[in-house]
Structure formats: structure tokens, C-alpha cells
């Protein structure tokens, strides 16, 4: 079974910096492209960052030139390093990926539980 287990989420200050980890495990053919996404209270969940299979990545608006998306292939992790962090941020952060089932190929995705950030002072 497939799993998305993010990690390093927690209370920062305005202007600090957090690194958020994610590791996929279980069994699987591959993985297409991995992303960050956050749900801020009472909001929709928004795309911040997205990094494709041959390192390609994407950014939301808000994240650019503060967040720093990155992979580790053979660790099969995804990174997001953020900086500068304003109350904005504040929010639940996901993990997405676009993962290759390992018997039938089919590209599924799989979204880890979350793990919650808090800037404030």
C-alpha cells in the first residue's frame, strides 16, 4: 500500500524558516510529479508548489521567491523549503503525488494526511 507521511510542520515566527519532508513508501512502479499543497482555515486547498519527474517545477504566486521545492529521487521524497514565512502561511500542508501502480502502470493519486504550519509571533 502507498503512502504519502509528511513531517517537519510546527509554530515559526514571522520572517522565520521551516523545511517540510515527505516520503512516499510502499510499492510502486514509480513516481510521476510530487507536489505541496495547503488549507488554510475556511479556505479551498491551493496548489504552492510542484515539481515534475524530470525536475520541472511550478510555483504559486505567493510562494515565489520565498519556498524552494525539491526532490530526492532515490529517497523518493520531496522537500519544501520555506522562507520568510508570513501569518499568511499559516495553514495545513499536504503532500501530492502522482504515483505508477506497480502491477497495472495506471498513474494514481495519493495524498498524505498533512502536517500543519503556524507562523505567528
Known amino acids: 500500500q502507498v503512502q504519502l507521511v509528511e513531517s517537519g510542520g510546527g509554530l515559526v515566527q514571522p520572517g522565520g524558516s521551516l523545511r517540510l519532508s515527505c516520503a512516499a513508501s510502499?510499492?510502486?512502479?514509480?513516481?510521476?510529479?510530487m507536489a505541496w499543497y495547503r488549507q488554510a482555515p475556511g479556505k479551498q486547498r491551493e496548489l504552492v508548489a510542484r515539481?515534475?519527474?524530470?525536475?520541472?517545477?511550478t510555483y504559486a504566486d505567493s510562494a515565489k521567491g520565498r519556498f524552494t521545492i525539491s526532490r530526492d529521487y532515490g529517497k523518493n521524497m520531496v522537500y519544501l523549503q520555506m522562507n520568510r514565512l508570513k501569518p499568511e502561511d499559516t495553514a495545513v500542508y499536504y503532500c501530492?503525488?502522482?504515483?505508477?501502480?506497480?502491477?497495472?502502470?495506471?498513474?494514481?493519486?495519493?495524498w498524505g494526511k498533512g502536517t500543519l504550519v503556524t507562523v505567528s509571533s
Open positions: 501530492n503525488a502522482g504515483i505508477l501502480k506497480v502491477d497495472t502502470r495506471i498513474l494514481m493519486d495519493y
Open positions: 515539481i515534475t519527474s524530470d525536475g520541472r517545477t
Open positions: 510502499g510499492s510502486f512502479f514509480g513516481i510521476n510529479a
